[in-house]
């Protein structure tokens, strides 16, 4: 049963987390040749404020823009 676990700077609405997470489960069930039933996918938003690059936070590089 494998899980996958993604995680992302927090910006998607509700639908599409679950475009998301339908493709995922179809791909990763596709792939390795088992039932969408036995795949498992957790989403972790994390808060811009929370998520670094290049030396600063998402949030703080979406207010220079």
């Not at 679950?18 to 489960?25: D, H, S, Y």
């Not at 795949?39 to 929370?50: A, K, Q």
């Amino acid at each position: 049963m494998p899980l996958l676990r993604v995680s992302y700077a927090s910006v998607q609405n509700d639908e599409k987390k679950a475009e998301l997470i339908a493709e995922l489960t179809k791909t990763t069930a596709r792939v390795l040749g088992i039932q969408e039933s036995s795949v498992w996918i957790i989403l972790d938003e994390v808060p811009r404020e929370n998520w670094g690059a290049a030396g600063a936070s998402l949030a703080e590089r979406d207010r220079k823009r």
